[in-house]
C-alpha cells in the first residue's frame, strides 16, 4: 500500500516504542520485560510500573489470547475510519498475562463474546507501517 493510499492517523515511534513498530515491520509481535523484576508490560514506556527500573528487555511473544472485552465502532472518530464501518476494537488478553487493544477482523459484531480465541495478524499499512489486529483463532 502507497504513503498516498493511507489515511488514517499514523503513529509517530519513540525512542521507547521503535523496538516495537521495528518486529510488527518484522511480522512480530513483542513486549516490554523489565529486566529487574521481569514484569511483561504493554504498551511501551521508559519505566517499569512495578520496580521503576529503566532497564529493559524486549520478549517475543506468541500473539495467542482471548477477548476480554469490545466495542463496535459505528461513527468514525477519524475519517479515514469511514469505510470500515462498523468495525470491532478488542481488547485481548494474551497468552503471557498482558492486555493489547486492536482492531479485530474477520469476525460480525454480533458474533463476537468475551473469551473468544484470537490470534495476531498484522497488516501492512505503508511502506514503513504494519499494525497489529487479532482475528478469531481457529481449533487450539
Same mark, same amino acid.
Given at each position: 500500500?502507497? +504513503? ?7 503513529p +509517530?515511534?519513540?525512542?521507547?516504542t ?5 518486529a ?5 509481535? &513483542?513486549i516490554?520485560e523489565?529486566?529487574g523484576?521481569?514484569? $511483561?508490560?504493554?504498551y511501551?514506556r521508559?519505566?517499569?510500573d512495578v520496580?521503576?527500573?529503566m532497564?529493559?528487555?524486549w520478549?517475543? &511473544?506468541?500473539?495467542?489470547g ?9 461513527h468514525p =472518530?477519524?475519517?479515514? =475510519? ?7 476494537l478488542?481488547?485481548?488478553d494474551l497468552?503471557?498475562g &498482558?492486555r493489547?487493544?486492536?482492531? $479485530?477482523?474477520?469476525?460480525?459484531p454480533?458474533e463476537?463474546?468475551?473469551g473468544l480465541?484470537?490470534? &495476531?495478524?498484522f497488516?501492512?499499512a505503508t511502506?514503513q $507501517?504494519t499494525?497489529p489486529?487479532f482475528r478469531?483463532? +481457529?481449533?487450539?
Amino acid at each position: 500500500m502507497s +504513503e498516498d493510499a493511507y489515511t488514517r492517523p499514523v503513529p +509517530e515511534p519513540s525512542r521507547d516504542t521503535r523496538p516495537y513498530w521495528d518486529a510488527l515491520n518484522e511480522g512480530r509481535l &513483542v513486549i516490554q520485560e523489565c529486566a529487574g523484576c521481569k514484569r $511483561l508490560r504493554h504498551y511501551p514506556r521508559p519505566v517499569c510500573d512495578v520496580c521503576y527500573s529503566m532497564d529493559v528487555e524486549w520478549r517475543q &511473544v506468541s500473539g495467542r489470547g482471548s477477548l476480554h472485552s469490545w466495542t463496535v465502532a459505528h461513527h468514525p =472518530f477519524h475519517p479515514g =475510519f469511514k469505510t470500515e464501518l462498523p468495525y470491532v476494537l478488542a481488547t485481548v488478553d494474551l497468552e503471557e498475562g &498482558v492486555r493489547m487493544i486492536a482492531q $479485530l477482523r474477520g469476525v460480525a459484531p454480533d458474533e463476537v463474546a468475551v473469551g473468544l480465541p484470537v490470534q &495476531v495478524a498484522f497488516e501492512r499499512a505503508t511502506d514503513q $507501517l504494519t499494525l497489529p489486529v487479532f482475528r478469531k483463532r +481457529e481449533g487450539k
